[in-house]
């Protein structure tokens, strides 16, 4: 692929001859960049134009520019330790767990700390998760902090649980079992505080290089006391701010509105915990599971939670809630009605307060989203990896009630705002498998559009941190942009009514690429965080 550049930080870019992905102008082909914003989008022949006047032209050759991707749910260090390190998420078995985990701790002998991440005993012959003498064996008797898929519960070695006074006594360590809980939070921020702060940094540049790779202009960082730690977060704003890459967002999962107004995050949100997970058997329900006779554990109460939104809202920052049993959901948007009767709706709407997950919910809460003005801050990988008739939801919750999960186009129809995330490391970076996971939804009710999908995880990204003149290529928007190598560009719909009209020249609206499973996914040439190019291989 052909361009002329010069070095300079906020130079004047026209890119020409491939598509733009623009509402300005659904049939665009080019593009101007000037400081840092879209200075103008429109078609090839008005783009001679402009030639004479920009430092750098780019011939796409038939290339398709779009928004970056915001993924709305990251934890970074944890991302970049999963990316450097121990990742058990292809494992088959616990055999072959076993086995990776081997050659980890023989790999790194000098790491005081071994991190992983990524099993799952339920896709295991085994049925089983490592037991804590095995694993004091595979590592040499090392500290060890392994957590599940869906990083609510843990398995470490006796090493780690030596570090962690009393650890014995904390609600969620039953000896033999992984850890839930208060035991889990505990030996998680030992685990962390382990880290030195070169393998914490290693881990935060791998993470946004990657997500760079993927054409990920924004992160929304969730951290919190009971998930990473102060100096990580701390960490990761400041390298953000200091080394080109994709932007931060951070959010402090915390009570203390203040705390997290010191520590720089826009909200006391992301991961504060209403309730845990459906595969930890932590997540609250209202009716039992059907695998395990409880209702899961609820952490906080509809009061607890209007005490915060109204603290939050007070203090001009974001609330959020990690919610996702239909009992933790029901709470939240109790809590955040109650705040409303005290604060009045408008300041409440005007909030974009937040919640993660919310994937099992009813009409009523629905109908609660889109009256409150909270924003679903979802992960269609979830549905993905554990959705339909025979997959870990039917599993923990029969089929019934899992085909309920994740119900994104009741959502859209009710104008409810949606934001699209990964939850990384819970499943991995990959915002258009994510786009893909919403559009083909396991159950064919809660399936959106593409154009729908890529919304959520362009302009939903930027709506959900309170910014509506980002995450469309418009005069004006920050230049936050990807350059793909795609296939034909085709409008998809779940109602095939809907694609043969919007495939209607007269419809005027911009294709996006086939994401049909199996077909191949876009390529990533170059992402562009305010007009720095922080990843590239246009000439690749």
């Given amino acids: ?145 392994l957590t599940r898929i869906d990083v609510h519960s843990a398995v470490v070695t006796t090493a780690l649980l030596d570090l962690v006074p009393g650890i014995r006594d904390l609600i969620g360590f039953r000896d033999g079992e992984p850890l839930t809980g208060d035991a889990h939070h505990a030996v998680r921020a030992a685990a ?149 009767e005290k604060l009045g709706l408008a300041r409440i709407r005007a909030a974009r307060h937040r919640v993660e997950h919310a994937e099992m919910l009813t009409p009523e809460t629905i109908a609660a989203f889109a009256e409150l003005g909270l924003t679903a801050s979802v992960q269609p990988a979830f549905d993905a990896a554990w959705g339909g008739e025979d997959g870990m939801y039917a599993d923990r919750l029969g089929a019934e009630r899992a085909r309920t999960l994740n119900p994104y186009a009741a959502l859209l129809r009710a104008g409810v705002p949606l934001a699209f995330g990964s939850d990384s490391p819970v499943t991995p970076l990959d915002p258009w498998g994510t786009v893909r996971a919403a559009a083909f939804h396991r159950t064919p009710d809660h399936r959106i559009s593409v154009r729908a999908a890529f919304t959520a995880h362009t302009r939903g990204g930027w709506r959900a941190v309170g910014r509506d003149d980002a995450g469309t290529l418009v005069p004006g928007a920050p230049a936050d942009y990807a350059i793909w190598r795609a296939e034909e560009l085709v409008v998809q719909a779940p109602d095939d009514r809907v694609a043969r009209w919007s495939t209607d020249p007269r419809s005027g609206t911009p294709g996006l690429p086939d994401l049909t499973p199996g077909s191949d996914l876009p390529v990533c040439l170059r992402t562009v965080v305010f007009g720095q190019t922080v990843f590239d291989r246009l000439n690749g």
């Fill in 1 to 145: 692929m052909s361009e002329t550049r010069i070095d300079s930080e906020h130079r004047t870019v026209l890119l020409r001859g491939g598509d733009v992905h623009s509402p300005a102008d659904p049939f665009a082909t080019a593009m101007v960049v000037e400081r840092g914003h879209v200075a103008w989008v429109g078609s090839e022949g008005a783009a001679d134009a402009f030639t004479s006047g920009v430092d750098e032209v780019v011939d796409l050759e038939g290339a398709l520019v779009t928004p970056a991707f915001v993924d709305a749910h990251v934890h970074t260090t944890a991302t970049g330790l999963a990316l450097t390190g121990l990742d058990l998420t292809s494992a088959s078995s616990l055999a072959e767990a076993a086995e990776l985990i081997r050659g980890h701790a023989a790999a790194r002998p000098d790491d005081r700390i071994l991190i992983g991440h990524g099993w799952d005993a339920a896709r295991w012959p085994e049925r089983r998760a490592p037991r804590r003498d095995e694993l004091d064996e595979l590592t040499g008797g090392r500290p060890l902090y």
């Fill in 192 to 340: 962390y505080a382990a880290l030195s702060p070169r393998q914490r940094t290693e881990a935060q540049r791998e993470a946004r290089r990657h997500a760079a790779s993927l054409g990920i202009g924004t992160l929304h960082e969730c951290g919190g006391p009971e998930i990473s730690s102060e100096d990580d977060f701390t960490g990761l704003l400041d390298l953000a701010r200091a080394e080109a890459g994709p932007r931060v967002v951070g959010y402090w999962a915390d009570l203390d509105v203040d705390r997290a107004r010191a520590l720089g995050a826009v909200g006391a949100a992301g991961d504060l915990f209403a309730d845990g997970s459906l595969g930890s058997h932590t997540a609250c329900l209202h009716d039992v599971y059907a695998d395990a006779a409880h209702h899961g554990v609820s952490h906080l109460d509809a009061a607890t939670v209007a005490a915060h939104v109204v603290a939050a809202t007070e203090a001009g920052l974001q609330a959020g809630f990690h919610a996702i049993g239909d009992a933790a959901v029901t709470a939240v948007t109790d809590g955040v009605r109650a705040a409303s």
